[in-house]
């Protein structure tokens, strides 16, 4: 890249980043740039937001308040955008140490409804009768518990949901993304769309105030 008297700056902003309560965002964390070696420093370190701290948690910055900044930095920088038009930044509180009441409370709950839901629906198809009927159809004779059938019937139950959700505990067995991963990402990206039209309509309501 030759250095002229009109330098380029070519930018592509992240789609989505995350920053602590009060932390300032910087183009450098909100973009990637490519421009002259001379600019690269003060840019990365260029000051577009400082959060309040009563500010909410979910923050735009979009393209026209970087190319505000910018050109107060370098009047005659040309602008060249890739990608998005904006970044959505997500302001979080510090972490605190998980509750293992609340986990255990929360572990608690989800196994018993999924183990009464499963109960529910096997009652609902008379499962124990269909295992009854195949076992007499396999050995001729009739039993009121074929445990044959049902403990591997079972047990694959529980393999099958691994399978499915592709974790067992942290272990994951391979980087194909789990049904339950692609709805959380779908989830967010439809959150991130409402955020991002309802920055947009407070952005223009305060434009349109005298």
């Known amino acids: 890249m030759t250095t002229n ?24 964390r909100v973009a990637q740039l490519l421009v002259d070696p001379e600019y690269e420093t003060p840019l990365n370190r260029l000051l577009l937001h400082q959060p ?32 998005e038009p904006h970044c959505l930044v ?3 509180e510090a972490r605190k140490p998980p509750n293992m009441i609340q986990i255990i409370a929360v572990w608690l709950l989800l196994f018993v409804g999924s183990g009464l ?4 629906f096997h009652a609902d198809v008379s499962m124990a009768e269909v295992h009854q009927r195949i076992y007499q159809l396999l050995t001729g004779r ?7 059938l049902q403990i591997p019937y ?12 592709n974790h067992l505990f942290k272990k994951k067995f391979n980087e194909e993304p789990s ?12 959150v991130n769309t409402y955020v ?12 349109e105030r005298p």
Not at 15 to 26: A, D, F, L, S, T
Not at 117 to 120: C, E, G, V
Not at 179 to 190: C, D, I, S
Request: glycine share 6%; hydrophobic share 40%; net charge negative.
């Open 5 to 28: 008297s009109n330098p380029t700056l070519y930018i592509r902003l992240r789609k989505r980043i995350c920053v602590r309560r009060g932390e300032p965002i910087y183009l450098g």
């Open 179 to 190: 049904p339950l991963e692609v709805e959380m990402f779908l989830y967010q990206e439809n």
């Open 142 to 148: 009739w039993v009121e518990h074929p445990l044959l």
């Open 154 to 165: 079972s047990v694959g139950i529980g393999v099958g949901m691994i399978i499915f959700f």
């Open 117 to 120: 839901a499963i109960m529910n």
């Open 196 to 207: 991002i039209t309802e920055e947009y309509a407070k952005i223009h309501e305060t434009e």
């Open 90 to 92: 997500e302001v979080y």
């Open 52 to 83: 309040k701290e009563r500010e909410g948690n979910k923050i735009l910055i979009d393209m026209m308040l970087i190319a505000e900044k910018v050109r107060r930095l370098q009047p005659h920088m040309q602008i060249e955008l890739f990608g």
